[in-house]
Every structure is written in structure tokens, then in C-alpha cells.
């Protein structure tokens, strides 16, 4: 009876030292200690489960390193794919304002070009015009230079009242004619003056509307860029997803429970005391 009771004292020490350890591992592992162990070393029936304690935070520990590793990239890449996404969204207005003032000035251009070949068509027929009406002016000419020989001719007798009045009249139709010439001249005059004009705004305009779109070509291509670079970004974050469902995968549902192997001493006779040992139960995932 005694030697039963000194047996029974003892295992309840023992047992009293695994569950104070197993108290503090847990009260440290609640707390959020992953890096805690059980470094005393349990009685030999209760030694197993203190390695396989062990090992579990090992384990988990390094699972948890690995997965907050990667949670704190995936938080990067999501902060620039966030950037990256603001930034092409800004781009994006931009170009649209480019192309908005682009097509205003394409508009404005356009009815600068339409106006310009109305000016063009009237200077056309001002010329047109002129051309046709030279006609009188050279009948004119002619007819005055007609009666100027016939008088050569009649140098000998004086200037006959008839000769004298149709030189005069021939030389104010030459005078009228070559008035209305000028007219057609200054009229042309000023509409080429004012094409000039058109044309060298034309070209200027042209000349900034070409610098717009090989601007905005330019920002296009930008974009193309940062859009790959943010497809490799969305790479990255596929692959740090595989990783911590990899890493997360190792902590299944436990639903088998098997004993553990064969103790060749089941009484305890090791350095830790006698005595029966405790079965020990291992769990296996699933």
C-alpha cells in the first residue's frame, strides 16, 4: 500500500510539473508567443508530447514568419498597383484634355482651311475676271495708237475737231480701263496679302497640333509601359498568394487520431522514475 501510494504521489508531481509547464507554453502561445518552447524536460511517458509541442510552434512559428513576410509584400504591391492605377487614371483625364484641345484646334483649323479656300476661289475669280476684262483696255490702246498715226500721217494739215475728240475720248477709256484695273489688282492684292496670312497661321497651328499628338503618342506609350509593369506587379502578388496558401495548407483539420508506437518499456523504468507511462496520442492531418 505504501509502495502504491509513493507510486501515485510521484506521478501526480510529475504530472503536476507537465501541466504547470503546459500552463505557461499556452499562456504564452495565447498571448501571441509563437517563439515560445517547453525547455524543461518532461517525465519519460510525457517527453513525446512535449517535443511534438515543440515542433508544432516550430512549425507554426515559421509558417507565421513566412506568411506575415509575404501579407507585408503583398501590402506593398497592392500600395503601388494602388499608385499605379491613381496615376493612369490621371493620365488618362490628361490625354483626354489633350485630345479634347486637339480636336478644338483641328476644328478651328478646319474652318480656318475652309475660309482660306473661299478667299483662294474669290482671288481665282478676281484674276479670272481681270483676264477677261484686259480685253477693253487693249482695244483702247489700239484704237488711240491708230488715230496717233493718222495724225503722223496728216502732219501737213491741222488736227481735224473729229480726230482731235476721238483721240480724247480713246484716251479716257484707256484711262477707265486701267482704273478698273487696278481695281481687280488691289482687290487681288489684298486677298493673297490675307492668304499669306491664313497660311502661315495654318501652319503654325498644324505645327502644334503635331506636337500634341506626338505628345500624347508619347504618354500613350508610357502608359503601355506602366501597364506591363503592372501585370508583372499582379504576377508577384499571384505568386505570394500561392505561397501563403501553401504555407496555410500544412494546418488541415485533423480527423484521425492514432496511438502512438510500441513502448518496449511501458513501466517507466527509464532515468525519469518508474512506473506505467501515459499513452501519448499523435495527431495526423488530414
Not at 225 to 244: F, H, N, P, S, W
Request: hydrophobic share 35%; net charge negative; proline share 3%.
Amino acid at each position: 500500500m505504501i509502495r502504491d501510494r509513493d507510486r501515485n504521489e510521484l506521478e501526480l508531481q510529475q504530472m503536476r510539473v507537465v501541466v504547470n509547464a503546459l500552463d505557461g507554453g499556452l499562456r504564452r502561445f495565447a498571448a501571441g508567443d509563437l517563439g515560445t518552447t517547453l525547455d524543461t524536460l518532461f517525465p519519460a511517458q510525457w517527453e513525446g508530447m512535449r517535443r511534438d509541442f515543440n515542433r508544432g510552434l516550430n512549425t507554426l512559428n515559421g509558417t507565421m514568419d513566412s506568411v506575415v513576410g509575404n501579407a507585408r509584400l503583398l501590402r506593398e504591391e497592392s500600395d503601388s498597383l494602388r499608385k499605379g492605377v491613381k496615376q493612369a487614371a490621371e493620365t488618362d483625364a490628361e490625354h483626354t484634355r489633350q485630345l479634347s484641345r486637339t480636336l478644338a484646334d483641328v476644328g478651328s483649323l478646319t474652318q480656318r482651311l475652309r475660309e482660306q479656300k473661299i478667299r483662294a476661289q474669290h482671288a481665282a475669280a478676281i484674276a479670272q475676271n481681270a483676264q477677261v476684262d484686259i480685253r477693253r483696255p487693249k482695244e483702247a490702246v489700239e484704237t488711240a495708237l491708230k488715230l496717233i498715226a493718222e495724225m503722223d500721217e496728216n502732219q501737213a494739215g491741222p488736227m481735224s475737231v473729229e480726230s482731235r475728240e476721238a483721240l480724247s475720248s480713246a484716251t479716257q477709256q484707256i484711262g477707265r480701263e486701267l482704273d478698273a484695273l487696278c481695281l481687280y489688282l488691289d482687290a487681288l492684292t489684298d486677298h493673297l496679302g490675307t492668304l499669306s496670312e491664313t497660311a502661315q497661321g495654318q501652319a503654325d497651328a498644324a505645327s502644334s497640333i503635331y506636337d500634341d499628338l506626338n505628345e500624347t503618342a508619347k504618354s500613350r506609350r508610357s502608359v503601355g509601359l506602366k501597364a506591363d509593369m503592372a501585370t508583372l506587379t499582379l504576377d508577384r502578388v499571384d505568386r505570394q498568394i500561392a505561397e501563403i496558401d501553401q504555407k496555410a495548407s500544412r494546418f488541415a483539420r485533423v480527423t484521425v487520431i492514432v496511438q502512438p508506437p510500441h513502448d518496449p518499456d511501458p513501466h517507466g523504468s527509464g532515468p525519469h522514475g518508474s512506473g506505467p507511462r501515459g499513452l501519448h496520442l499523435r495527431l495526423v492531418k488530414s
